[in-house]
């Protein structure tokens, strides 16, 4: 992806006056090159503009580069270019120059203009060449962002350059798909729609303030609350604002992606990249080569990795059809839907930059239009395509995170709607299962099952995104014109070796891609391609520090019961047996409403489930605790737990105990730990009146405590431990570094999967009951 321009609020009016500049005549510029030119880079740091920069370091020793380059925080636009020019794409040329003459280069060849594309700074009067190759090739971007930074960028740049005085010679790289939807062959000519660009830019500029405030209205907000509360309501009010705020935000970003696909296609273009592309190149024709200026206009196709220079297979990240490639190695694409016999017009990164450079060596008189591509004459068809990634990806396959290696599928082109209807059919299935799953206790099994379907919902959710963004390129019947590119080539006096050509006859697609394009973006890929999945993460051993707090969830976490099973134990000690069925009977009786509260809100079904202790005398609970009750609970506590304890306190971590239960139902335990944070029941006259003494310590309550905590004790949040098992958790686990995630209830476990924290399978065993020298403990 190129350099993407800021937001820029510049735009001239309709009858902007033509002023020719004044100034000198430019330098002479050689047959073979541009001279002792001064060339103006925009786009320097992106993928193309760095390979412009590569070659005219290497390849035109005479020239003078200006280069538009933002700073970035603390870091100077200078400092940014000396960074930039230890990429791998200047290695070659460093190593051959040697670092005085980069230095030379840096003080003596190249300035830094800085600034950007929203707020271009007063240019040098002296320009002889400015090649504008900055942009952002998203195609489904937000419309006002796909408008400012393709279309901003390009008048804020004209604008500056027309009261500069400067009369250089502009490359204009735009793209060769602005002709939007058609099929045959497209000539390399201006650009025959008859837009109003302005208006365009205006209305792209107004959707975001509309929709915004659409996003705003009650009946909309309502509903992302309701979504909130169904989902986070369990974490705490403020965790139920922060997602509905969260999914305003995405509402309003997919309207405005809507939008701007929409509008796109409405106008008979592809995408909004594409249109945005082609009023640039009218903003461009209109501002400056209809105003006299020279202008030539590069039209390159999909630009993939280089064939020759710097060196073969260089590639700057993924560009527009790698990541369709990658997904097909990984087996994400069982079929897609395209043409066999479309082309995919394929180019060469150091083939676009070789003609760039020769167009701007050889400014025409009126404007001019040259599509850099393959399709016309050396076409690379899907189909083509399609045998040499299955051919590549059979033999060097991708590694699989659970079945050793992907098999990748051969594609045999049913059509785009047998293409939806099976996608569509894969989804509702995925999303029946999931809703199945989601009613099974939250065992190992069943964590195992939903992390399955996460996955395929996000597979499935790539190939949705794949087809859509994919389909106007894989089904196209466009061929794009080369006769300009043909002639420019044959008037070139290339010597056997050169490699500053840009024949694209001379493409073995077959070598191209097995040889160098495919190793060249699945190198990085493989490195990555297969993590251990958050449970199979092993378990390190702790630092040993005394800044470091390991907070402990009680049931689910440390002990394998729950509030009910403890009252059902406190109640069991004292009961007379005629007394039990009764108390059976009122407890299945409130479970509805209990299962209610415990869903919307943690700590009311604790307030409510505990007002069963109404009428207990304190002293009998304490009696019973410290009895039969305190063998029970430790014969629930795990042993992984107990060892987990033990090695954090052996590493020198404070441990804690944080419940929302009452103290002395956690008394057994309290020796296990350096702290337990527990509540306590409110009493009168030595009873219990069923009321909590104050709020229970859950969910946001937690996290609260836990950021004061760490304040008043000095731990270091960012280097402690967190354990707990229920999504109520989740608003303190994710204060710390360390996270895990203990026999977690099903939105934990998918929470814990996409944040990749360490889930943990701790199993019940037996042991004394003196907790702190267990028989055994394991995960």
Known sequence: MNAAAEPSKAQPSKKAPVRKAKVAAPKAVAASGLGSSHVFLTGGTGFVGQAILERLLSSHPDTTISLLIRSKGSTSATDRLRTLLRKPVFRLWRERVGDDEVERAVRERLRVVEGDLGSVPALPADLDVVIHSASSVSFDPP????????????VTLYTALLASGADPHVVHVSTAYVGGIRKGIVPEARLAHTVDWRSEFEAARDARVRVEMASRQ?????????EGRAEHGKEGPQAVAKAAEAARVEWVRSRLVDYGRTRAESLGWTDVYTLTKAFAERAAEEMWGDAGHR???????IIESALQHPFPGWIDGFKVADPLILAYGRGLLPEFPGLPDSVLDVIPVDFVVNAILAIAARPAPVAQYVHVSSGASNPLPIHRMLQNMNEFFTANPMPHASEGQVRVPTWSFPGDRKVERALRNQERWNDRREQLLERFPSTARTRAQIAKVTTRRSDLESLRNFAELYRAYVQTEIIFDDRKLRELGESLALTPGDDTGFDVTTIDWEDYLQRVHFPAITTLTRAFAVRPAASEKVQKALPARTDVVAVFDLEGTVVDSNIVEQYLWVRSAGFRKAAWPGEVASLLGSLPGYLSAERRDRGEFIRVFLRRYSGMPVARLESVVSGGYRDTLLRHTMPAAIARIKEHRAAGHRTVLVTGSIGTLVAPLADLFDEVIAGSMH???GVLTGYLAQPPLVDEARAAWLLRYAETNGFDLSQSYGYGDSHADLVWLELLGNPSAVN???NLSREAQRRRWSIHNWKR????TDPVSPKGAGE
């Open 765 to 768: 065993g037996s042991h004394p």
């Open 143 to 154: 419309i006002d962002q796909a408008f400012e930074t393709n279309l901003g960028g390009a």
């Open 683 to 685: 009493e009168r006259d």
């Open 744 to 746: 977690p209830d099903t």
């Open 218 to 226: 009650p009946e909309t907000l309502r509903r992302f609350l309701g």
């Open 295 to 301: 202008l030539s206009v590069v039209r390159p196709a």
